[in-house]
């Protein structure tokens, strides 16, 4: 939830590249992946950024956009609304 979270706020995320993380960040556009386990590469990616301010506001909005079109409350609600549907739509089995 942290990773989501700093994307509300329109924070790019650095973190490794394991389990789910990068279906959240979008590598190099809402943040950075590192391998796991290479602290030099996770130090890297934050000079970096923080070097380049182009990219740093350009992955703040992408971010920012990221959060509102996958997470945000009105995205899950419209989610929600979508399974309703689905499930009063759906036809109902013949039990034998």
């Not at 394991?18 to 959240?24: A, F, K």
């Not at 703040?60 to 945000?72: D, G, H, I, K």
């Amino acid at each position: 939830m942290t990773i989501v979270e700093a994307l509300s706020f329109g924070l790019p995320v650095i973190a490794s590249r394991i389990g789910g993380i990068p279906e959240i960040i979008g590598d190099r556009e809402s943040g950075l992946l590192v391998d796991p386990g290479n602290a030099s590469a996770l130090v890297e990616s934050l000079i970096s950024l923080l070097a380049k301010s182009n990219d740093l506001l350009s992955m703040r909005q992408a971010a920012r956009r990221r959060f509102v079109e996958q997470y945000s409350e009105e995205r899950n609600y419209e989610l929600l609304i979508e399974i309703y549907n689905e499930l009063v739509n759906a036809p109902l089995s013949s039990a034998s």
